[in-house]
């Protein structure tokens, strides 16, 4: 904490003001003092934006200057790029090829330490979004903006502004909840520059639901949503998600029936709806999809990086797959050489007729399963390196897996077409630097998905017709069955039976719904399937009479959590350790 408190006031402000859908445009390119920007309002309002931004962004504007915590990568360490590695390179679905430096060989092995960068990404940048909620909630009390002379051009919006803040910092404390366990606390009660005291996870449940319980009627209407910022199904999405671990974070059974209730609210609403197509909410204008919840606005000019979707987008391209002979468009102009790919496990989670990618079908039109996106098989041969993509023991350097070395670089490995800076008319644009493709935190098909969960919990693992109902619902519109029909696309029969509704089953549908989007490690511990009792490409790092290879084992409890980084166990006397990684 030492590094962050010494942060955010260390760093200048910047300013920066929106028009009413968060695009994150600046006003000024100055860097104003603390003083100037506590002076107006479109220095309270900047303020506010940037515990959005925050989330997607490395610095106090665009590119790579003034990054906001210095001493690391600032691309590499951006909180939404830190995350999707804590939660995607270290599960079944993505192994990411590059920064061996920074631990990720590590999180593909899942063998971390409290030395290891990439977990203290995102653990710092969480306590950095939180200092700036904490301030934004002591600068906007009323006797405050009076003083500053700003009360009447803020009273009719700093309702919402604090309601949102104190949102941003319980999804935050959820985040570090989730990957770290105990974790020190501190809100803006607290003078800054006090140690945060450890709560347990418990206290930390605590908080985090009595706060979004109280906050909930406090954020701008569902049906007034404005996209990128955070709106009352946004905190019913997030207490249906933390109620749902509640054998997780707090050891309880009997908050089941709470995660329903709050699905039902957003299920029951009407205010949100399943796009007509999946990869609508991964294309540049799915700020119009009725379907995302809550979203981070990202802007190629404003708001960029290489953190955010610039990186999800760019990390997995290679040349090939955006030269102008494919016939693809990603209406990208970089990549970054397919430095992270797909494990061969989640791609088997779909049907075999449908993970093949084909020239002819580049949108994915003609699949049975709508969502199988990927870039790999015969029809990619001689495309990437002059080699195929084929979907075998694609990520050794062998085809004997006990040999040491793991393939680099593309062509091993599935790629994928899910994430793309076009928009939903599918027509060619001039292609740009960086991403306009905002992030989907949430989304209506998670919550079909948590409701059926939440029925079959609180009936010890057996699901009934209104928890079958939720998941055909994500079915249907992944095949184009039912109400989703379109004729102009494959239509098949994807509804599956009460019998094969199983956790097992769930789990599998958790990811072929939503991979890449930063809830797979999550799931898999919810499931008790992370360390244990589930095995994927890579996972655990096992000796032979040759040498230490990539395999598939069973690994310790103690990475169902990471470790807090070991500078903050030496800068802050309250906390402790997580067990076992004491060093």
């Not at 700020?287 to 708001?303: K, M, P």
Request: hydrophobic share 35%; proline share 3%; aromatic share 14%.
């Amino acid at each position: 904490m030492k590094k962050i408190l010494s942060a955010i006031f260390s760093v200048a402000l910047f300013l920066c003001v929106s028009c009413e859908n968060l695009d994150l445009f600046p006003e000024s390119d100055s860097a104003l003092s603390e003083k100037e920007v506590f002076s107006t309002y479109e220095g309270y309002h900047g303020f506010f934006l940037k515990c959005y931004q925050a989330m997607v962004c490395e610095t106090q504007g665009s590119g790579h200057g003034g990054d906001d915590l210095s001493g690391w990568d600032a691309g590499r360490s951006t909180f939404l790029r830190a995350l999707y590695w804590s939660q995607e390179a270290t599960s079944d679905e993505m192994y990411n090829r590059s920064g061996s430096g920074y631990g990720l060989r590590l999180a593909t092995e899942m063998s971390w330490n409290a030395g290891t960068q990439f977990p203290a990404w995102v653990y710092y940048r969480c306590y950095l979004i939180i200092t700036y909620a904490n301030e934004l909630l002591r600068r906007t009390e009323e006797s405050e903006l009076k003083a500053n002379g700003v009360w009447d051009k803020c009273k009719d919006e700093v309702g919402y502004w604090r309601a949102e803040a104190r949102f941003i910092r319980a999804y935050m404390y959820y985040i570090l909840m989730d990957n770290f366990g105990d974790v020190g606390f501190v809100d803006h009660n607290v003078p800054n520059g006090t140690y945060p005291v450890q709560y347990t996870r418990a206290q930390i449940y605590d908080y985090v639901v009595n706060e979004l319980e109280e906050i909930q009627n406090d954020l701008m209407p569902a049906s007034a949503r404005i996209w990128g910022r955070a709106n009352q199904a946004s905190a019913w999405f997030l207490l249906a998600r933390v109620y749902l671990s509640c054998h997780i974070y707090a050891g309880t059974t009997t908050d089941y029936d709470k995660a329903l209730a709050y699905c039902k609210k957003i299920i029951n609403g009407n205010d949100f709806s399943l796009s007509p197509n999946y990869i609508e909410n991964f294309l540049a204008d799915n700020n119009t999809s009725r379907e995302i919840i809550w979203g981070l606005a990202v802007d190629t000019d404003h708001a960029n990086g290489s953190g955010g979707t610039n990186y999800i987008i760019k990390a997995n391209l290679h040349s090939s797959m955006i030269a102008s002979d494919t016939g693809l468009d990603f209406g990208i102009t970089e990549q970054w050489g397919g430095n992270h790919c797909l494990r061969q496990t989640f791609v088997e989670k779909f049907a075999e007729e449908d993970r093949d990618f084909h020239y002819d079908d580049s949108w994915g039109d003609k699949k049975k399963d709508h969502r199988a996106l990927f870039f790999v098989g015969p029809e990619t041969e001689g495309k990437i390196d002059g080699k195929n993509a084929s979907l075998v023991k694609e990520l050794y350097e062998e085809a004997d897996p006990t040999n040491a070395k793991v393939k680099g670089s593309a062509p091993y490995g599935a790629l994928y077409t899910k994430w793309r800076n076009v928009k939903k008319d599918r027509v060619v644009r001039e292609p740009s630097k960086y991403s306009n493709v905002g992030f989907p935190v949430m989304r209506l098909a998670d919550v079909y998905l948590m409701a059926a969960e939440a029925i079959m919990r609180a009936n010890n693992g057996t699901a009934d017709n209104e928890a079958l109902g939720y998941v055909n619902e994500v079915r249907q519109r992944a095949y184009c069955s039912g109400k989703y029909h379109q004729a102009d696309k494959y239509n098949a029969d994807g509804d599956i039976t009460l019998g094969e509704l199983t956790y097992s089953w769930l789990l599998d549908e958790r990811s072929r719904e939503l991979w890449s989007e930063n809830w797979r490690r999550s799931d898999l511990i919810r499931f008790d399937c992370y360390t244990n009792n589930y095995s994927w490409d890579f996972k655990g790092y096992m000796p032979n009479q040759i040498g230490n290879y990539y395999g598939k084992a069973d690994v310790d409890d103690k990475y169902n959590l990471f470790a807090i980084p070991q500078d903050d166990i030496r800068y802050n006397p309250n906390l402790k350790q997580n067990p076992n990684f004491v060093e």
